[in-house]
Nanobody, 127 residues
Framework: QVQLVESGGGLVQAGGALRLSCAAS????????MGWFRRAPGKEREFVAG????????DYADSVKGRFTISRDNAKNTVYLQMNSLEPEDTAVYYC????????????????????WGKGILVTVSS
């Protein structure tokens, strides 16, 4: 049974930082691309960041470029999202997701192609 469990969310002031973690189990983590998505109140789910199985390619939404960094540790079956310079507009439930495939391809992580999803974790940024 595949499980993706997010942690590290919470309440932070604007300008602050948080690091989200997603621990994966039940899959061969090193053979999956990983991604972070978010759903803000009243909005559609959107892509935030993605990373290929080998960390060679990292994609970011324009809204988070230069502020967020995605990384992974295949030895720990964990993917991270370091979020700096947080803004109230970053308030959302953040979801971790996995897509099978050892491909070094830009854009490989996208919402309609992911195989597994975590339950999400809330990040609230106060102004």
């Amino acid at each position: 049974q595949v499980q993706l469990v997010e942690s590290g969310g919470g309440l932070v002031q604007a300008g602050g930082a948080l690091r989200l973690s997603c621990a994966a189990s039940g899959l061969t983590f090193s053979m999956y691309a990983m991604g972070w998505f978010r759903r803000a109140p009243g909005k559609e789910r959107e892509f935030v960041a993605g990373i290929t199985y080998n960390s060679v390619i990292r994609d970011y939404a324009d809204s988070v470029k230069g502020r967020f960094t995605i990384s992974r540790d295949n030895a720990k079956n964990t993917v991270y999202l370091q979020m700096n310079s947080l803004e109230p507009e970053d308030t959302a439930v953040y979801y971790c997701a996995a897509r099978e495939g050892a491909y070094t391809t830009r854009g490989y992580v996208r919402a309609d192609a992911m195989n597994y999803w975590g339950k999400g974790i809330l990040v609230t940024v106060s102004s």
